[in-house]
């Protein structure tokens, strides 16, 4: 049965419009009236001018020494770029496409959508005279084309093609551009768009007798570009609408084969699932460009904010989430693909940083050939970025038990990016210290905006090391002494306050001292878990910790950290207030058509983006997609969830969720698992092992179970299941 979303119109700006993409050309379709609006964009459309390169006096010791000087002005020189032309951007960015604009005519209004999740399909019901007419828009996974199929009574239309420049020409003017060319001949119309160090864009559209094609495309030059675009156009003019359908609708068909089904009785959280995993099956498809805050969904009347660039101090990382436990594996290679080619930067970065040949170094904020966006220097320090994909990296080894990627490219990259942490720890008589670190976006980039043991840094370290330790076993790699050393040593956070009043700092003398967007203190609960929840003497101040948290609020969140919340209160046992953050959000940070908004959606909930009480009703939407992909991953999480190395079941399922469940759910060691909660009681667990394997699993019955296997039952006594498997087994773990 289909899963159709539906819109009503109007749909008045671009980021209420419905979705597609396939990872690299993307489209937004809105309008009212009798215009129907298609905004195109593209993941890959990049001016890679400008940015700051790390160069030698951007070391650790310089940076350093600024800091515990106090010299703010010697910092700033170090991250300067005074040599940057006249005319060239400060940063690279995605350039904004475009537009095209379709007007049926008089006497006819566009009345509701619907997107069918299951087919890639967008349905557009029309009016005219009193009968209701069927638009159909598809845009194709394998090319950069979209169709619109017009039926018999509306193919009367005026295609108006708006190139961005209508709204940016003067900003792209002043950094060198040349305004579009257009072209026109009937059938066959669009426009180029030169950049002045990349290739040239063209977009063309070519009018069949029922349908409108659109496609992008790049070339060395204005003709070449067309022409290639053209030449695209013209093969798949040769196709029925009905062929491209089929096509489309087989990749969705697929890709939503091995995508885990859940049942739970929130119709909110259901439709954030739904949607999200539409939304990451193209964000991230595996032929597509790794996933940028924004993909390729960009406005075309602006240039997007923070130049829709690779953010890895927690973005990127929420855009990826749901492929772990969605069981969507191969989603995250595009991004590892492409770290894997900024591999001589990462290397450079940590050379001149530190002097050290075997390191990597990430920046928070990058572009697509990894040129550091700025001179934001805490972001350019902030080494948790690194460590963090590290942790990616390993996950994926975990939940796919790949002992090749582990060994080639996980083991490699974990073991470099824990270089640069060992360089920069100190012994202080017994201890370990971080003498310099930051936690993310505390403080902006003042001078009071770093310290010693930063508690998101430690619990960057503790991850990375706890990894390292474990994946030296599985592969027979000796570990370095350093590693138990930092385990023994280090403090896994800061902690303020004195005897049994400690809660987590940010760094040693900063507490949490307003609502703050980022929980990075609090990371050590997750998305690091390396704080036991189980040992007495953490959890006093834990709670001590989310209870100082709670009472700050959300009044500096934006949209993304929303789900992050719900994630912690999940692990900290709230499940109510894992339920409850996600419909707030769902609220607050989403637009009439479901766009995902960085800043709030209406002032009175948090001053992320609006005023307390007056909104600016021109103001413009901020659309980021990693909100949307994290409220997708604490749902999973709320069903399951693996901490301290052992999966738990439904730990984020409310009680009043008296019907609750999962099919096939990933679960590290490649295990995908199938269970029900019915009146609070949980029912069988169906495990299928994709690998050899040991499944550890919180016993959701108490003490006693039985596992039954092709070979007989075995009776378990323990709060902890720890089962062998073998690869491609299916087995039943079912109360005693």
């Not at 638009?135 to 090319?143: I, Y």
């Amino acid at each position: 049965m289909a899963r159709k979303i539906e819109w009503d119109f109007p749909l008045p700006r671009t980021h209420t419009g419905m979705l597609q993409t396939n990872g690299t050309m993307g489209t937004m379709v809105w309008g009212a009236g009798s215009v129907l609006r298609i905004t195109l964009g593209r993941a890959d459309f990049w001016d890679h001018r400008g940015g700051l390169p790390w160069t030698e006096q951007q070391s650790y010791a310089n940076i350093r020494q600024c800091l515990e000087k106090g010299d703010e002005a010697a910092l700033r020189t170090l991250f300067e770029d005074p040599g940057r032309p006249p005319g060239t951007p400060r940063r690279p960015s995605i350039l904004p496409v475009g537009r095209v604009d379709v007007d049926f005519g008089q006497g006819v209004s566009l009345h509701r959508a619907a997107l069918d999740i299951d087919t890639g399909e967008v349905t557009v019901e029309a009016g005219k005279q009193g009968h209701h007419h069927t638009l159909r828009l598809m845009l194709s996974m394998d090319h950069c084309v979209t169709a619109l199929n017009l039926p018999p009574e509306l193919r009367l239309i005026r295609v108006h093609m708006v190139p961005a420049w209508e709204y940016v020409g003067e900003e792209l003017d002043a950094i060198g551009f040349h305004p579009p060319e257009r072209f026109d001949s009937g059938r066959i119309s669009g426009w180029t768009q030169m950049r002045p160090a990349d290739p040239c864009l063209a977009v063309v559209y070519r009018r069949e007798q029922d349908v409108l094609l659109l496609g992008t495309g790049f070339g060395d030059g204005a003709e070449e570009a067309r022409n290639g675009v053209l030449d695209q156009l013209t093969r798949m003019a040769g196709e029925s609408y009905p062929t491209l359908q089929e096509r489309t609708a087989a990749w969705w068909h697929t890709y939503w084969t091995d995508v885990p089904k859940i049942d739970i009785p929130n119709s909110n959280l259901r439709f954030l699932y739904d949607y999200g995993m539409f939304k990451f099956g193209g964000l991230t498809q595996p032929a597509g460009v790794a996933a940028t805050l924004q993909g390729a969904w960009v406005e075309e009347y602006r240039l997007p904010p923070w130049s829709n660039d690779y953010h890895f101090n927690i973005n990127v990382q929420m855009c990826y989430g749901p492929a772990y436990h969605g069981n969507k594996l191969e989603h995250l290679l595009p991004l590892f693909d492409l770290i894997d080619g900024w591999m001589p930067v990462l290397r450079h970065n940590a050379r001149v940083f530190l002097g050290i040949e075997d390191g990597l170094m990430l920046p928070h904020a990058v572009d697509d050939r990894c040129t550091c966006m700025g001179g934001f220097w805490t972001g350019s320090i902030d080494h948790g970025c690194t460590a963090w994909v590290a942790q990616m990296m390993y996950r994926y080894y975990q939940y796919s038990a790949d002992r090749e990627f582990l060994e080639q490219r996980a083991y490699p990259f974990m073991y470099s990016a824990m270089r640069v942490y060992e360089e920069m720890l100190e012994e202080e008589g017994d201890v370990l210290v971080l003498p310099v670190s930051v936690s993310p976006e505390y403080r902006g980039a003042a001078m009071d905006a770093w310290g010693r043991n930063a508690s998101f840094q430690l619990a960057c370290v503790h991850r990375l090391c706890a990894d390292l330790l474990e994946a030296a076993e599985v592969l027979g790699r000796c570990p370095r002494p350093i590693w138990r050393r930092i385990q023994e040593k280090l403090p896994r956070a800061c902690l303020s306050g004195g005897p049994g009043r400690e809660r987590i700092a940010l760094w040693e003398g900063a507490e949490l001292e307003e609502s703050h967007r980022h929980h990075s203190h609090l990371a050590g609960i997750t998305p690091f878990d390396i704080i036991d929840l189980e040992d007495a003497g953490w959890w006093g101040v834990i709670e001590r910790s989310l209870s100082h948290w709670i009472c700050l609020g959300p009044g500096l969140w934006s949209g993304w950290c929303v789900p992050w919340a719900s994630m912690i209160h999940t692990r900290a046992g709230n499940a109510d207030a894992a339920e409850l953050w996600l419909e707030i959000w769902q609220r607050v940070f989403t637009n009439e058509g479901h766009g995902t908004l960085h800043d709030v959606h209406f002032p009175g909930f948090s001053m992320m983006g609006k005023g307390a009480v007056c909104t600016d009703p021109g103001r413009e939407e901020i659309m980021q997609i990693e909100a949307g992909m994290g409220c997708v991953t604490a749902i999973q999480e709320m069903l399951l969830h693996t901490r301290a190395g052992v999966v738990r079941l439904f730990h984020g399922a409310p009680r009043h969720w008296t019907r609750v469940g999962f099919t096939r759910l990933r679960a590290p060691g490649g295990f995908l698992l199938s269970a029900r909660r019915q009146n609070g009681s949980v029912g069988p667990i169906e495990v299928h092992s994709t690998a050899a394997a040991v499944l550890r699993l919180d016993n959701p019955w108490g003490e006693s179970a039985v596992i039954e296997r092709s070979d007989g039952l075995t009776h378990w006594l323990g709060s902890t299941l720890e089962v062998s498997a073998q690869a491609n087994e299916r087995f039943i773990i079912r109360p005693e």
